[in-house]
């Protein structure tokens, strides 16, 4: 009984938060919100694995941190020892605005209902590479020549004598932060030591929240997995947020990655131990595959093509290695061995792995290999956990179907998991408009691109600019790009390595365009009015490759992989690129999608409007023109292009 009062007595705490406090602040009062929340409690108390698919708007971030301090304050009064919950996010960003935001309002509300007495405390934790070694960082120091370095990256670098979290100091250089980041081993045993410091104060303080990322978190269990010293405090509750993330970081983490900037790397040590010879051979031999990684990935990129591309600095690393590896000091004999074990490993291709490419942070390209069985991995080092898990994102059902992530994630038939699908509370129905061309673009006419063009054109005309077209490839946008650049009179941006520089112009430009693909599809938000028009020149399907390949055969035939595989996936990462545009209650906004194969009474026009939220449906650009006109303020129309 003195359990199930304080059981309850959690629940009324939830309700209390979000029916009396946030309407209290104006912030409306969400029922899906609420419920949420109390699901989230249940599965941390139960020990159950709850997959929550919340649309946007929902509030699921202070729905679990809600359902968090509820938790950790009923283990208090049933005289359970203090722990923390650990979230594990896909973003920086949302990391610190869980720290920054929301943590601090519900503080405030928490200690107004007299929950508790003093602010919730919450920590970041990274990996090491992301904070300063204090004897790394005075050797590095007294290198530097200061006069031949640019102002700012200097000032950057003197800086971290004040700072120990290097993603906090801006201007700093990837060629900085590698010779000052805590090494992987890292033994200097010094009391004054600020890294050890921050570690003794994570694992001895109180905080409520150990807030890491998806590969931290998957670190930490391979080390108790395999009875190691655990990387995060003890924790009785775990939250993944942006858990659609977790599976690729989890190929990350059993596997290998291979970055143009790793060889680099290698050729830069190379050089600062003057083994010259050694750095220009490597670095000649390497040349191709280095540029070719610093270059956006493009899916219709055949692997094959990279995979050649490594013959040469296969054999010049092998021969490094056998001429000069014992002579290097510690640090750079263990990058050689690393970087020659790798690409070794993709160029043999070993049976039992998976070789793929994908994008990364930076604008490139990484070489990924995984292990083939990845299920299997992630229920033993993670989903064996006994403790409550709470799976969260707007994108990890289809519907309110979850059998393609939990097949994907290894939780497929496991007894514990509960599902619940959460709706966004926007008013898509009068702030959206769905358009599929009479005669859209045919894929395998030889003026397709023409046709496109000239249809593209004709709605940025009728939306008065303010547009963002998401391609499946950079062939693709830039087959768009010139053409487009001579029929519309709004400033066009084409989405290129450097990401945030593009981003940034367009959100400055009133009307602009933006041509995009790659991580746009689900890694940036446009809120406002920037983007009132969202193309979709093409159904964004996975891309034939090895991870697919492998998949495929445990499917008897081609058309249930379909089914089960591609549509799916498909449908999620439309979800994703229509999510782009509508972040706030007052967005509106025509989403075109101009793919012949989605035309109302084709194969998959049924799986894209199961994939979207329920909107009017139009193939009439006038309607376009008109709905634009009606849900537009005049300012909208009174933007100056020049």
Not at 351 to 366: K, S
Not at 397 to 420: C, N, P
């Amino acid at each position: 009984m003195f359990y199930q009062d304080n059981r309850q007595n959690a629940h009324n705490m939830i309700d209390r938060i979000f029916k009396t406090f946030f309407p209290a602040r104006g912030m409306a009062e969400r029922p899906a919100q609420v419920q949420l929340s109390h699901q989230m409690l249940d599965s941390m108390l139960d020990g159950r694995i709850a997959l929550c698919d919340a649309g946007t708007g929902i509030g699921k971030t202070y729905a679990y941190l809600a359902a968090g301090m509820a938790f950790i304050l009923l283990r208090a009064a049933v005289g359970l020892a203090f722990l923390p919950i650990v979230i594990s996010t896909s973003s920086i960003a949302l990391q610190k605005a869980i720290v920054e935001e929301y943590i601090p309002l519900l503080s405030v509300i928490l200690m107004e209902g007299n929950w508790i007495t003093a602010p919730i405390r919450a920590v970041i934790r990274k990996g090491k590479a992301h904070y300063v070694c204090d004897a790394r960082l005075e050797r590095h120091l007294q290198k530097t020549n200061f006069q031949k370095k640019n102002p700012r990256a200097a000032a950057a670098l003197l800086s971290l004598r004040n700072r120990l979290d290097m993603d906090a100091v801006p201007h700093l250089s990837h060629y900085d932060q590698e010779r000052v980041c805590v090494p992987p081993t890292c033994d200097c045993g010094k009391e004054n030591c600020r890294y050890r410091r921050f570690l003794k104060d994570c694992f001895e303080k109180q905080y409520q929240f150990q807030i890491c990322n998806h590969n931290l978190l998957l670190a930490d269990a391979i080390h108790r997995n395999q009875d190691r010293n655990p990387i995060l405090l003890e924790h009785p509750a775990l939250v993944i947020d942006e858990a659609h993330k977790l599976p690729e970081a989890a190929r990350q983490m059993f596997g290998v990655t291979l970055r143009g900037s790793d060889i680099q790397e290698m050729i830069r040590d190379l050089c600062a131990e003057r083994y010259l010879l050694a750095a220009e051979t490597l670095a000649e031999c390497s040349g191709p595959i280095r540029r070719k990684l610093s270059e956006p990935w493009d899916e219709e990129y055949p692997l094959e093509m990279f995979l050649r591309l490594l013959v040469l600095p296969n054999q010049s690393l092998r021969m490094i290695q056998r001429q000069i590896g014992a002579s290097l000091t510690l640090a750079s004999q263990s990058r050689l061995e690393t970087l020659s074990a790798a690409v070794s490993l993709f160029c043999d291709e070993t049976p039992d792995m998976i070789f793929y490419a994908i994008a990364n942070e930076q604008g490139g390209t990484d070489l990924c290999a995984t292990m083939s069985n990845l299920t299997a991995q992630l229920r033993s080092v993670l989903w064996e956990q006994t403790i409550g898990m709470v799976l969260t994102s707007g994108t990890i059902a289809v519907g309110r179907d979850f059998q393609r992530y939990k097949r994907g994630t290894g939780l497929y038939g496991d007894h514990r998991v509960t599902e619940s699908v959460s709706l966004s509370p926007f008013h898509y129905r009068q702030n959206c408009l769905l358009y599929f061309p009479q005669h859209p673009p045919q894929k395998q006419r030889r003026d397709y691109y023409d046709k496109l063009v000239e249809e593209i054109a004709s709605l940025i005309e009728a939306a008065h600019g303010h547009a963002l077209a998401l391609f499946t490839s950079y062939a693709a946008m830039s087959a768009v790009k010139d053409q487009l650049a001579d029929l519309i009179d709004y400033p066009l941006f084409t989405m290129n390595r450097n990401a945030i520089h593009t981003l940034e112009q367009f959100r400055r430009s009133p009307g602009s365009v933006l041509l995009a693909t790659g991580s746009v599809w689900e890694g940036f938000d446009f809120p406002g009015d920037c983007v009132s028009l969202l193309v979709i020149p093409r159904l964004p399907f996975p891309r034939p490759d090895a991870r697919k390949e492998r998949e495929r055969e445990s499917y008897a035939t081609l058309r249930a992989y379909i089914q089960a595989v591609v549509i799916p996936e498909m449908q999620i990462k439309l979800k994703q690129g229509f999510g782009r545009a509508i972040r706030t209650e007052t967005d509106t906004c025509v989403i075109a999608i101009l793919d012949d194969r989605a035309s109302p009474g084709r194969r998959y026009h049924a799986y894209v409007t199961e994939a979207l939220p329920e909107m009017p449906v139009t193939d009439s650009l006038r309607d376009v023109k008109n709905f634009i006109r009606d849900v537009k303020s005049d300012d909208y129309f009174a933007e100056d292009f020049s």
